[in-house]
């Protein structure tokens, strides 16, 4: 092997891991989003009754409803639809991502485990509030949901997934 070589091993053992390991989940969700099709799946559903249930704390007329005949997940106020949420709404594909970096990036068992359920709280918890965030924005600026939904809140939940790889790596390369 040449030092070229030798010196990229580590880079592309890494992407062949991160790639393998986000491929299998990416096509676990896919399959678990189509086993439940063309209703919303359970975690799209849990994540809107947990929103629901934090935008109730300032709001106590949001109700969700959904359809054995639709993919989403309906918020409603009043008897008007504010946001639908689709299966995309719901985290877990940005948490495949995280933790594809987290066991491709390898650290010790007990610490990637660790940082894995942090992490994922974290994701979660940002999530909760993304979602919820968009609903107000689609209440009270139905205008720039658009802006919202693609770039603002996207590029801050994956800007927090960075910052956790940041202390991840940070982490590792000291033990």
């Avoid at 299998?24 to 809107?48: K, M």
């Avoid at 974290?122 to 979602?131: P, T």
């Amino acid at each position: 092997m040449t030092t070229a070589q030798n010196s990229y091993r580590g880079v592309i053992i890494f992407l062949v891991k991160f790639i393998g390991i986000y491929l299998v989940g990416n096509v676990s969700y896919g399959l678990f989003i189509e086993y439940y099709a063309p209703s919303p799946d359970p975690v799209t559903y849990f994540i809107s009754e947990n929103v629901v249930a934090l935008l109730n704390l300032f709001d106590e007329s949001i109700t969700i409803s959904s359809s054995k005949a639709s993919p989403y997940v309906s918020f409603v106020k009043e008897n008007k639809t504010i946001i639908n949420v689709f299966e995309g709404c719901n985290g877990l594909n940005v948490m495949i991502v995280y933790f594809s970096f987290l066991v491709a990036f390898k650290g010790k068992i007990k610490q990637t485990l660790v940082f894995a359920c942090l992490g994922l709280v974290i994701i979660y918890v940002m999530n909760l509030f993304r979602v919820g965030a968009l609903y107000e924005v689609a209440l009270h600026f139905p205008a720039q949901l658009y802006f919202f939904h693609k770039y603002f809140f996207t590029a801050l939940l994956y800007l927090a997934v960075f910052i956790l790889w940041y202390f991840w790596v940070k982490q590792t390369s000291r033990a």
